[in-house]
């Protein structure tokens, strides 16, 4: 399924255009999953802890 | 021992001359290192790009003041940056304590009416074009803004606006009066020393964070080893996990750096759970607000449930109706779907949606990515 906006409305799903029915459903592919979400967290985390420990030991250091 | 290293910048311009040298002197006098070009930095060997050589200098300080005049200085066209802006961006990359100064009447025409102009039309070339404006369309659209005065060059309205949507204050540079110096690395050393006995603190909550994710990754490894029970009540359950979604808010990124607050979201106040049985989806549990259908045939498109299965074993997706302003957090796993039910803002429609649909999405996922692989893992481990 391409990105794009996507409605589910009388039973059937098609690629938005326009303005649809109030009660229609709309949803977007997303390019990012979760599971990527997660690893850009996991990974700004690590440098995160990284760039604090270097500074306190560069503060610290007499 | 070490001194601290303060780097001085600022565009080249005449104005700005003897205040970058009274800095130095009280720099100096206080017993501190600072570098600045025209004392202790240049030149360089002929060899040697003295640009990469200042932004060396920036890396090695400890501290990046910024002196904004009139002049815009050097533009870079393969950076599409000036060289002064250069070191701007180096120091707020690296993580230097940046103070910037600006000329109050630069600054007051800037924050008087410049700022608007700018996001208005940097949102603008954003939503007909796709992408942020680059640098030369938009100093051709300072150069023909009204308010923009000609004796300023329109990079500073670059440079501030860089400056602002980063977050960073910009404090005045009046003609004629002299700046407190003493005082303000005074007020700096008082922030430090506030910081410094919270040493043994930061580094033990960093310790704790990287063991609660040990921990979790121990757990993401071990769970798939084994066979679970389904729960006795699937209603707690899916009320155990409802309970910690929060609402927040939705942000809007234009670009690296620019962000807007575009709306909200509610927290979680439904969930439901269905089960792949034969040729539909079956009912297991809900709680808070959802309503039980008992089933969903899997080719049914106008039902979310059906629709995230169809997707792939590890499908998820966001869907949003008007009429019933939510936003409905579909999650897969095997044969489960797990709907989580979060109700949008009032400032929700479809035309905003349609607008914003990737902030939304983001809003919804990002703060709950280690919640949704904890629930897929503990679904994906039931036995059936």
């Known amino acids: 399924m391409k990105n794009g906006i996507w409605v589910s409305k009388n039973g059937r799903v098609s690629e938005a255009s326009g303005l649809q029915p109030r009660d229609a459903l709309l949803f977007a592919p997303h390019g990012m999953t979760s599971e990527d979400l997660l690893q850009e967290q996991r990974s700004a985390l690590q440098q995160n802890i990284k760039l604090i420990r270097t500074r306190l030991a560069e503060a610290t250091r007499r | ?384």
């Open chain 2, 1 to 384: 021992m070490a001194k601290a290293r303060v780097f001085i910048s600022s565009v080249n311009e005449d104005g700005l001359k003897p205040l970058r040298r009274s800095v130095f002197r009280v720099l100096e006098g206080l017993g501190h290192e600072p570098l600045m070009w025209e004392e202790n930095l240049g030149p360089w060997p002929s060899y040697q790009n003295p640009v990469e050589k200042c932004l060396e200098a920036v890396e090695q300080s400890d501290l990046y003041l910024l002196f904004i005049g009139t002049r815009g200085g050097t533009f870079d066209a393969a950076a599409g940056v000036t060289v002064t802006h250069s070191e701007f961006i180096r120091a707020v990359d690296k993580g230097k304590t940046v103070l910037v100064w600006a000329d109050a009447e630069t600054k007051a025409i800037f924050f008087s009416g410049i700022a608007w102009k700018l996001d208005e039309y940097i949102a603008h070339t954003v939503q007909e074009s796709g992408s942020y404006p680059a640098p030369m369309q938009a100093l051709d659209f300072l150069r023909s803004c009204q308010e923009a005065p000609p004796h300023i060059d329109p990079y500073v309205w670059l440079l501030l606006h860089d400056i602002r949507q980063r977050g960073i204050y910009v404090e005045d540079l009046a003609r004629g009066v002299e700046t407190d110096w003493r005082g303000y690395f005074s007020d700096l050393l008082r922030r430090g020393l506030l910081l410094l006995p919270l040493e043994p603190t930061i580094a033990e909550n960093s310790n704790r964070l990287e063991e609660a994710e040990t921990s979790f990754d121990l757990l993401a490894a071990l769970l798939p080893q084994v066979t679970l029970e389904p729960p006795h009540d699937w209603k707690v359950w899916l009320n155990t996990i409802r309970e910690r979604l929060q609402g927040r808010t939705i942000e809007h990124r234009y670009g690296r750096w620019n962000r807007e607050t575009v709306g909200s979201y509610e927290a979680c106040n439904a969930a439901s759970l269905y089960r792949r049985d034969g040729d539909s989806m079956r009912f297991i549990s809900c709680c808070g607000r959802a309503s039980a259908v008992r089933s969903f045939a899997l080719n049914d498109q106008s039902s979310y449930i059906a629709l995230t299965y169809a997707m792939g074993p590890r499908a998820e997706q966001v869907y949003y109706t008007e009429s019933g302003q939510k936003f409905f957090y579909c999650v897969r796993s095997g044969p489960f779907v797990a709907t989580f039910h979060f109700p949008a803002g009032s400032s929700w429609d479809q035309l905003r949606y349609i607008r914003y649909k990737d902030s939304v999405v983001s809003a919804i996922i990002g703060p709950n990515t280690r919640l949704v692989k904890l629930v897929r893992l503990l679904l994906g481990g039931m036995r059936a």
